[in-house]
C-alpha cells in the first residue's frame, strides 16, 4: 500500500472499502477489525508518509443509536455492536495519524443504483409480494450515494479544516415511512406496507433505534448540506429504477 502511494503520490485518497456485513462482523469481529481498523490505520500511515489527504468514509454505528437528538460531530462514540467498534478503531486511526489532512466522513441509510440496499429491496419486492411488514422503530436520514459523493467533492475542494464531518440528507425518517414513500413513487399503494416493530426481525447485531446525524461542521465549511430525504429520493428514483 505505502508503495502504491509513493509511486502514484495522490493529493488525495477517498476510502470506500470496509467490511460492512454488519450481522457477520458479530461472529468474525477480528477480521472484521482488520479491514475497518488495522487496513485504515495502514493506508492513513501511508498517506502521511506520500503527503495525501485522506477522506475516510465512516458509520453512524459508532454511536449507541438510543439518543434523542442527533448525534453532533463531536458527540462521545459508544458503539454497541463489532461493526460499530471496528468503524471507530478506523476513525481514531485517520485522526491521531493525519491530523491536518484526515476526514472522517460519518454517513448512515444509504441507498445507490448499484449494490444491495433499501430502496432497490422495496422496488423488487412491491413487484413480487401483496403487503411488506416494514420496522416503524428504527429513525433515521436515507442518504443517496451520490449525494455523498458530491459532498466529498466540495469539503476537499474547499478551505476547510480536517476532522469529523457527518454527510446525511436533511430531515429524519423511520423506515417504515421510507417505504411508504418508496410505494408512492413507484404508484403502487402505501398501505400495502404494513408497520412492524424490530423485535419482529432479531438480528445478531442490534440496529440502532435512532440514528439521525447532526451537521454543524459541515454548515460551517460553507458548502450547501444535502436537502431533505424525500426530495434526493424523487431525484434519485429514475437512475434507481434502472439499475
Not at 466522513?105 to 433499501?118: I, K, M
Given at each position: 500500500?505505502?508503495?502504491?502511494?509513493q509511486?502514484?503520490?495522490?493529493?488525495?485518497v477517498v476510502?470506500?472499502?470496509?467490511?460492512?456485513?454488519?450481522?457477520?462482523?458479530?461472529?468474525h469481529?477480528?477480521?472484521?477489525?482488520?479491514?475497518?481498523?488495522?487496513?485504515?490505520g495502514?493506508?492513513?500511515?501511508g498517506?502521511?508518509?506520500?503527503?495525501?489527504?485522506?477522506?475516510?468514509?465512516?458509520?453512524d454505528?459508532?454511536?449507541?443509536?438510543d439518543a434523542?437528538?442527533?448525534?453532533?460531530?463531536h458527540?462521545?462514540?459508544?458503539?454497541?455492536?463489532?461493526?460499530?467498534?471496528?468503524?471507530?478503531?478506523?476513525?481514531q486511526?485517520?485522526?491521531?495519524?493525519?491530523?491536518?489532512?484526515?476526514?472522517?466522513?460519518?454517513t448512515?441509510?444509504?441507498?445507490?443504483?448499484?449494490?444491495?440496499?433499501?430502496?432497490?429491496?422495496?422496488?423488487?419486492?412491491?413487484?413480487?409480494?401483496?403487503?411488506?411488514?416494514v420496522?416503524?422503530?428504527?429513525?433515521?436520514?436515507?442518504?443517496?450515494?451520490?449525494?455523498?459523493?458530491?459532498?466529498?467533492?466540495?469539503l476537499?475542494n474547499?478551505?476547510?479544516?480536517?476532522?469529523?464531518?457527518?454527510?446525511?440528507?436533511?430531515?429524519?425518517?423511520?423506515?417504515?415511512e421510507?417505504?411508504?414513500e418508496?410505494?408512492?413513487?413507484?404508484?403502487?399503494?402505501?398501505?400495502?406496507?404494513?408497520?412492524t416493530?424490530?423485535?419482529?426481525?432479531?438480528?445478531?447485531?442490534?440496529?440502532?433505534?435512532?440514528?439521525v446525524?447532526g451537521?454543524?461542521?459541515?454548515?460551517?465549511?460553507?458548502?450547501?448540506?444535502?436537502?431533505?430525504?424525500?426530495?434526493?429520493?424523487?431525484?434519485?428514483?429514475?437512475?434507481?429504477?434502472?439499475?
Amino acid at each position: 500500500m505505502s508503495r502504491v502511494l509513493q509511486a502514484h503520490r495522490p493529493d488525495i485518497v477517498v476510502n470506500c472499502a470496509g467490511w460492512t456485513a454488519v450481522d457477520d462482523a458479530e461472529e468474525h469481529e477480528d477480521e472484521a477489525l482488520l479491514v475497518n481498523g488495522v487496513g485504515v490505520g495502514q493506508l492513513a500511515k501511508g498517506c502521511a508518509a506520500a503527503g495525501a489527504r485522506l477522506v475516510h468514509i465512516s458509520t453512524d454505528y459508532v454511536f449507541g443509536g438510543d439518543a434523542g437528538q442527533p448525534y453532533s460531530e463531536h458527540a462521545a462514540p459508544g458503539p454497541r455492536t463489532a461493526y460499530g467498534r471496528t468503524k471507530l478503531v478506523g476513525d481514531q486511526a485517520v485522526l491521531r495519524l493525519l491530523p491536518e489532512t484526515g476526514y472522517v466522513v460519518r454517513t448512515a441509510w444509504l441507498y445507490g443504483a448499484h449494490g444491495p440496499n433499501f430502496v432497490r429491496t422495496m422496488i423488487r419486492l412491491e413487484r413480487e409480494q401483496p403487503t411488506v411488514d416494514v420496522v416503524d422503530d428504527q429513525r433515521g436520514q436515507p442518504t443517496w450515494t451520490v449525494d455523498v459523493a458530491r459532498q466529498i467533492v466540495g469539503l476537499v475542494n474547499s478551505p476547510a479544516g480536517a476532522g469529523i464531518y457527518h454527510v446525511t440528507s436533511s430531515g429524519e425518517t423511520t423506515w417504515f415511512e421510507f417505504a411508504r414513500e418508496i410505494y408512492r413513487l413507484l404508484g403502487a399503494d402505501p398501505a400495502r406496507v404494513r408497520a412492524t416493530t424490530s423485535s419482529a426481525y432479531p438480528r445478531p447485531a442490534a440496529r440502532p433505534t435512532y440514528s439521525v446525524l447532526g451537521r454543524d461542521a459541515w454548515v460551517k465549511t460553507g458548502i450547501e448540506p444535502i436537502g431533505h430525504w424525500r426530495r434526493a429520493l424523487r431525484k434519485a428514483f429514475p437512475v434507481l429504477l434502472a439499475g
